[in-house]
């Protein structure tokens, strides 16, 4: 089947002339993407998004891919739902504008069809091309004044909490979440009523609109919680029993293998065997734990040792010269920063790009991307660790001679070093050392101890940088990024719009693709005022 092209016209009509002098105010995006539509969705990229349909058939007579595409865009700037836009294609003139349907007096395309659109989007993982294409269209530009550029690129990383939109619950109601949909699956496959399962499978607490409400007790009373964590454990086990022996077949078949897995998964991270019998709440909080039924991929996450979300991290690498946004990935928030970094070099090396100054928190010193540009002969901005010991000497204090791999404390003692590991001085020379109670508590017959990163060699390098005024003031440059992801922050919002790590990918590279237009716009206004 082909796929029908997008041609709107490229030449504004008498009308659009007057729209988009309205556009010289508010909405000034709509403006841009009219003008401009032709060259963001050229020949070559609605090929591209036209592979879509291909492999799977396209069913109904599908609307031009660049024309959804576009719809998309324009409902991440307007911030509207699904329903909202195809509402705003009949009723507002400047949508009908951008989408090249002015007048029309009727949706050009469904609900459905913006849905089906945006999964096929990203099964096909055109949503990174979108992206990419606002990059392209921005080098092809005049706007920025590339005499006036650095010919390096300077690329800066960094990343922001995201809210999951997932329901976070304590342990019980996570339990009675978990527990409540194994028996509405169960009650499904039988032809049951709930309530019927919930007494038949020896789990009536479940019958109460609310776990902690069928319980009844005092709950600032620990003796009174501990025994209803046992009441509903001891009912959970004569659950799962009761599926086992009534459903033996459909435990191995979705949806109720996945419900009943989900249980056991919440019930490993929460309860532990309790020694006087039974089960309690685990002490701790367990690697990984899932704090969502909803979404799996939400974890615990620290903004701050204080602050605490739950959700995902959302991390963008910006070109700092040009402001825009290159790549971007999503996490989960109790994942290092670190491990983005593969994602977001991935994205860049599509681009054909090579960093050649890495901005950076510390939080992706020890990333792979760290290590290319270094192996590169490229630079690492960043703050280096900063050693704290009270009182004492800090590490500081300490020489450490690289080419030598040595280490010499402030009395003169010398030690030999290995990266990655914890060097100890001799005791028999911090034990009678006159500087030892401004250096060390340890006890008599122990050594001062330092440790040695496993990139103290830069480490080292940067903090000789940040000594220098050049050193700061490259740091300085970190700045940008944050009042990108400001913005990002802004448009998308802090919390999340949907379900899963993928899905949410989509909306932030919706959302930086946005953000990349408007850097865009603002620089063709300026250099047309500069002109």
């Not at 507002?92 to 002015?102: E, I, N, Y």
């Not at 501990?226 to 979705?254: C, M, N, S, Y």
């Not at 010193?365 to 590169?376: A, F, P, Y």
């Amino acid at each position: 089947m082909t796929i029908a092209r997008w041609t709107p016209p490229v030449s504004p009509t008498r009308q659009e002339q007057f729209l988009l002098k309205r556009l010289d105010r508010v909405r000034k995006l709509l403006g841009f993407l009219r003008l401009h539509r032709h060259e963001l969705f050229d020949e070559a990229f609605q090929a591209e998004l036209a592979t879509m349909y291909r492999s799977t058939g396209a069913g109904k007579a599908a609307r031009p891919p660049a024309l959804m595409a576009m719809a998309m865009l324009v409902q991440g700037y307007l911030g509207m739902s699904d329903a909202e836009m195809i509402e705003l294609t009949v009723v507002d003139l400047r949508v009908q504008m951008v989408l090249g349907c002015l007048g029309a007096e009727a949706p050009p395309f469904s609900q459905g069809a913006l849905q089906e659109f945006r999964e096929r989007l990203i099964a096909a993982d055109l949503d990174r091309r979108l992206l990419e294409r606002t990059v392209a269209l921005a080098k092809r530009s005049q706007a920025f004044d590339y005499r006036k550029l650095p010919t390096t690129l300077r690329v800066a990383i960094d990343s922001s909490p995201l809210e999951g939109a997932g329901r976070v619950e304590d342990t019980f109601n996570l339990l009675a979440h978990a527990a409540r949909n194994v028996v509405q699956c169960a009650a499904g496959v039988l032809g049951w009523p709930y309530e019927r399962v919930c007494t038949q499978a020896g789990i009536p607490l479940l019958n109460a609109s609310s776990i902690k409400r069928a319980l009844d007790i005092d709950w600032n009373d620990v003796g009174q919680k501990a025994e209803a964590i046992k009441t509903f454990a001891r009912q959970l086990d004569a659950l799962q029993g009761w599926i086992a022996h009534q459903l033996p077949a459909e435990v191995a078949e979705p949806p109720l293998k996945t419900s009943l897995e989900t249980l056991v998964q919440i019930r490993t991270q929460d309860l532990e065997p309790d020694p006087t019998g039974g089960a309690r709440i685990r002490d701790g909080v367990a690697t990984d734990r899932r704090v969502s039924i909803e979404d799996p991929e939400m974890h615990h996450g620290r903004k701050t040792k204080s602050k605490r979300f739950n959700g995902f991290k959302r991390h963008i690498a910006t070109d700092v010269d040009r402001g825009l946004i290159l790549a971007c990935a999503l996490t989960s928030a109790n994942r290092p920063e670190r491990e983005a970094t593969p994602s977001l070099t991935a994205d860049l090396t599509r681009q054909g790009l090579e960093v050649d100054q890495l901005l950076i928190d510390r939080g992706y010193i020890n990333s792979t991307l760290v290590d290319d540009v270094l192996r590169r002969r490229g630079q690492i901005v960043c703050k280096p660790w900063t050693s704290q010991n009270g009182r004492h000497f800090p590490k500081s204090a300490f020489r450490l001679n690289l080419r030598d791999r040595t280490i010499e404390c402030p009395a003169g003692h010398v030690q030999r070093v290995s990266f990655g590991t914890v060097v100890t001085f001799d005791p028999d020379a911090c034990d009678p050392c006159a500087l030892r109670p401004h250096c060390t508590t340890a006890a008599f017959g122990h050594g001062r101890s330092v440790a040695i990163a496993e990139n103290e060699p830069l480490q080292h390098r940067l903090r000789t940088q940040i000594q220098t005024a050049a050193g700061r003031q490259a740091l300085r440059a970190r700045t940008m990024i944050e009042h990108k992801l400001a913005h990002i922050s802004q448009r998308q919002g802090n919390d999340a719009r949907y379900i899963g790590i993928r899905k949410n990918t989509f909306d932030l590279r919706r959302a930086s693709a946005i953000q990349n237009l408007e850097t865009l716009h603002l620089a063709e206004v300026q250099s047309g005022k500069a002109a």
